[in-house]
Nanobody, 123 residues
Framework: QVQLVESGGGLVQAGGSLRLSCAAS????????MGWFRQPPGKLREFVAG????????RYADSVKGRFTISRDNAENTVYLQLNSLKFEDTAVYYC????????????????WGQGTQVTVSS
């Protein structure tokens, strides 16, 4: 059974940085895409970034391009999201998610989800 456990959230000032981690277990992920999503207060959950585990190709939402970086450590079975130049509007619960894929990095219809980690950016 796939388990995803996020960590690394917290309170940070605008312009600061955080690194989120997602520890994945329960299977091998070589045929998976892993994604980070977020849900701001009072809003719908949205795609932030994704990575194809095998190819390490990445995909980003326009709102975070150039500021956030997704990566994965195959030996540790961990996916990371580096958040730089944080803005107040980045405040949200951030979720790690996974889905089996043949190719590509989808932005919807992920099957496995973590419990989320809160990121709060003070202005």
């Amino acid at each position: 059974q796939v388990q995803l456990v996020e960590s690394g959230g917290g309170l940070v000032q605008a312009g600061g940085s955080l690194r989120l981690s997602c520890a994945a277990s329960g299977r091998t992920f070589s045929n998976f895409a892993m994604g980070w999503f977020r849900q701001p207060p009072g809003k719908l959950r949205e795609f932030v970034a994704g990575i194809n585990w095998s190819t390490q190709n990445t995909r980003y939402a326009d709102s975070v391009k150039g500021r956030f970086t997704i990566s994965r450590d195959n030996a540790e079975n961990t996916v990371y999201l580096q958040l730089n130049s944080l803005k107040f509007e980045d405040t949200a619960v951030y979720y790690c998610a996974g889905v089996r894929v043949i190719v590509g990095i989808p932005s919807t219809n992920y099957d496995y989800w973590g419990q989320g980690t809160q990121v709060t950016v003070s202005s």
